[in-house]
């Protein structure tokens, strides 16, 4: 069986490496992929936007499954393109995807069907904004409604600030046509939680629960990255928890997008904030999240690609979905001065003993050496018996990795344990 993945990243290499256990597969192709998988896929250089190119290439070489993993593409319409070729898809279509791809859509659809989630107004004239501002809740969250790399959320604690970055976004045009309407929302306060889950539109299916480190410091301070380090379970999601995101957020969002004629199949990422009143949905993202996705593959015990055929094929309620109780942590490796400007090119030593609890995210091959591509280079990542004992073997693992200017967090797990020990 010949599978594509669509993608080029950490969660990519992820996936890749967890497909790779059906012994019905034959080749995997990652479009792009980078030099860190070329042990596990055939990395081919079309983009994971040239959907063209990617469609060419999956009915040229006979795919037989295709996984479209990053946001950019599932909002282009990948799936549907892949579809329309007779290829079977693991993701939403487009009409599905805009549930991440439009911040608007999304905080609409919750409120006329009654999910919880922050309150907020929508703007689309500046200095309407502007004007809100002047008597909005401070702290408050600023949010470019389309794609921004994850980089569209600006928290902001005194209104020079949210002005400012309403300002960014919609004169200045720093996330493009993404900020061209903007959501103006209360800042929500508690632990977040993020829960992936499968559906098919019909059966949800979560995933074990996860804490994501965004900020590039230690104790949370820094700029927000892509995420620095990610722990599996999250202590703060307890039955109790799941149970009420379950009948109050889950259910009631596969039901609202059937309900508009835009059934949701694939990965839906739930990001959640356990707020004194509750869960609250902070975002909807339409595929697995970075670096969520290599704490909580590591730890599925059932088959990834059965499950995706599954999905596809609407028959998820009797497929088996069973999780590991053991922990996990990654640590992510980074580039010194991620987000904002790093130099790359430099050799990347990865010993072949724990390749296979690496996940690499921005490399290149020249020749025979492994370069270092990209500001969030790999991620390690330990499964063990204890949250305490992951940590402590994940960050083992990075001592284990080098390259000229790489940069960590030291402190990933740390609250976890603190809140798992109260």
Do not use: W
Not at 194 to 219: C, E, Q, Y
Not at 334 to 339: Q, V
Not at 389 to 412: H, M, P, W
């Amino acid at each position: 069986m010949k599978v594509l993945v669509v993608g080029g990243g950490g969660r990519e290499h992820a996936i890749i490496k967890k497909i790779k256990e059906n012994k019905d597969v034959s080749v995997i192709y990652a479009l792009p992929g980078n030099g860190g998988m070329a042990d596990d896929a055939v990395c081919v250089d079309i983009g994971a936007t040239d959907i063209d190119g990617i469609v060419d290439f999956a009915v040229n070489n006979g795919i037989d499954y295709a996984v479209v993993a990053p946001d950019d593409p599932l909002v282009l319409g990948c799936v549907d393109r892949l579809n329309e070729k007779g290829i079977p898809c693991f993701g939403p279509e487009a009409k599905a995807a805009i549930i991440e791809g439009s911040k608007v859509f999304s905080k609409n659809l919750m409120k006329k069907y009654g999910i919880p989630t922050a309150a907020y107004e929508v703007f689309s004239d500046m200095e309407k904004a502007l004007a809100y501002i002047e008597s909005a809740p401070i702290p408050t969250v600023i949010k470019a409604d389309g794609l921004a790399l994850g980089k569209g959320v600006i928290i902001t604690q005194t209104r020079d600030e949210a002005k400012q970055a309403v300002i960014s976004m919609m004169q200045d045009k720093k996330f493009g046509k993404s900020g061209e309407n903007i959501v103006i929302e209360e800042f929500l306060t508690g632990p977040e939680v993020s829960v992936l889950a499968f559906t098919d539109g019909k059966t949800v299916k979560p995933m074990i629960s996860s804490m994501d480190h965004k900020r590039a410091g230690d104790n949370d301070t820094g700029l927000n990255t892509g995420g620095m380090g990610t722990v599996a379970p999250n202590p703060y999601y307890t039955p109790d928890v799941a149970a009420e995101c379950m009948e109050k957020i889950f259910t009631p969002t596969i039901k609202a997008m059937n309900a508009e004629g835009r059934t949701f199949k694939g990965c839906l990422y739930f990001g959640l904030m356990i707020t004194p009143a509750g869960p609250k949905v902070i975002e909807y993202n339409c595929r697995f999240g970075d670096p969520e996705t290599q704490v909580v593959l590591p730890l599925l015990e059932s088959d990834l690609l059965t499950i995706m055929q599954a999905v596809t094929n609407g028959t998820l309620e009797q497929t088996e979905v069973k999780f590991s109780s053991k922990n996990a942590c990654c640590v992510i490796m980074a580039s010194e001065g991620y987000p904002v400007s790093y130099k790359k090119g430099f050799e990347m030593n990865i010993p072949a003993e724990i390749k296979d609890s690496v996940y690499v995210a921005g490399a290149k091959l020249d020749g025979d050496k492994l370069l270092t591509n990209g500001g969030r280079v790999l991620g390690a990542t330990a499964v063990a018996d204890t949250l305490e004992q992951a940590i402590r073997e994940a960050y083992g693992l990075v001592e284990k990795i080098s390259f000229e200017n790489a940069y960590y967090r030291r402190d990933i797990g740390a609250k976890a344990l603190a809140a798992g020990r109260k």
